[in-house]
């Protein structure tokens, strides 16, 4: 099974928003996918969209055999936003000593709330996505994090701005990249 989670910023979209790549999604492997819901910034701050994705987990978890699903293979994943939940949701997981997700599917996850410290890309035309409230040098997921968390100092952040998670732990996770294609498709 696959646990997908919408993208949207933190701050909106529904689960409605991925479903028809959950429907594709479902009929290429021939599992099931839940699309949770969760809570938007600012008017519930972060971390309750991850707290409400956790929730999803432990009920999946929990009613697994009733989907016919293996608890042991759920995969857990998300599109932008919704990517940088599901590694967070990874990281949480771990961290409680829960069962692990058998892989995580992220498709450009935010990851990152230090993606702008190019002098390059201080120019206007780079500003629709790379941009701060508070701070030039940090990039789009900082200031999202701040419109979520309703705080001028993102300290939520480091629970879905994954990279930092380095900065408590002492190093950094290497992820892997896997080119996926569509079956019948030419290389």
């Known amino acids: 099974a696959v646990l997908m989670i919408h993208g949207g910023g933190y701050v909106l979209g529904t689960n409605k928003d991925i479903l028809m ?11 099931p996918v839940f699309c949770p819901g969760y809570r938007l910034g600012p008017e519930d701050p972060l971390p309750a969209g991850l707290d409400d994705c956790h929730q999803a987990w432990t009920w999946l978890l929990q009613n697994a ?12 994943g998300g599109y932008s936003a919704g990517g940088g939940l599901a590694a967070a949701l990874a990281q949480r997981i ?10 995580q599917l992220l498709v450009y996850p935010m990851l990152d709330d230090a993606t702008a410290n190019r002098r390059e890309l201080d120019k206007p035309r780079h500003r629709v996505w790379l941009f701060s409230l508070a701070e030039p040098q940090k ?8 419109l979520a968390s309703g705080a001028s100092k993102p300290s939520a952040c480091s629970t879905v701005a994954p990279r930092s998670m380095s900065a408590m732990y002492g190093s950094s996770t290497s992820v892997g990249i896997s080119v996926m294609k569509p079956k019948g498709s030419v290389p």
């Open 65 to 76: 055999s009733n989907h016919g699903v293996d608890p042991t293979k759920i995969v857990i």
């Open 139 to 146: 990039g789009q997921l900082t200031a999202i994090c701040q």
């Open 94 to 103: 771990h961290d409680d000593g829960g069962t692990q997700p058998a892989a």
């Open 21 to 31: 790549k959950a429907v594709g999604l479902a009929r290429e492997s021939g599992v």
